[in-house]
């Protein structure tokens, strides 16, 4: 399962980041199951959390009876990354979200990568291939890859 920030990929008409929905449709084309943690972009093949509130991670989890030790996250922000550590799902980051990559790890992404086309690059040796190499308390402790 993959959980995904919805401000990462875009929301509704606004467009995402350049390669955020070619990351969604591999994903599902890999069968993982995506989830965005609000309303999504059209035409890609992902769950949406309508109203995330405080734990959108959690609510996203909730939403597919999904397990943290079986997921992972996507974040763009600090926030986002605070909130995977909370719900105990391992996470890595996109720095084009904003923040740069020492904020990022800071807050407990496992890895960081510039963007969802450096991501793409290597997504077979990304966290998102392997959730459970880190588990739900290690989601910080992992080594940070840089793509």
């Known amino acids: 399962m993959t959980v995904v920030s919805a401000v990462v990929f875009g929301t509704g008409w606004r467009p995402g980041l350049p390669g955020g929905a ?3 449709r591999e994903c599902a084309a890999r069968g993982w199951t995506v989830v965005l943690t609000g309303p999504g972009m059209a035409g890609v093949p ?9 734990e959108p991670v959690r609510a996203a989890l909730a ?5 943290p030790s079986h997921a992972v996250a996507v974040a763009g922000s600090v926030r986002e990354v605070l909130a995977a550590r909370r719900a105990g799902v391992p996470c890595l980051a996109l720095e084009a979200g904003g923040e740069a990559g020492p904020e990022l790890r800071a807050a407990g992404a496992a890895e960081v ?5 450096a991501l793409l690059r290597v997504l077979d040796d990304s966290l998102l291939a392997r959730p459970r190499a880190f588990g739900p308390e ?5 080594a940070a890859r840089n793509g």
Do not use: N, R
């Not at 992902?46 to 509130?53: H, I, S, Y």
């Not at 290690?138 to 992992?142: D, L, S, V, Y």
């Open 22 to 24: 070619e990351l969604l």
């Open 46 to 54: 992902a769950l949406t959390v309508a109203e995330p509130g405080a």
């Open 63 to 67: 939403l597919v009876d999904g397990a």
């Open 113 to 117: 990568h510039h963007d969802a086309v």
């Open 138 to 142: 290690g989601a910080a402790t992992g």
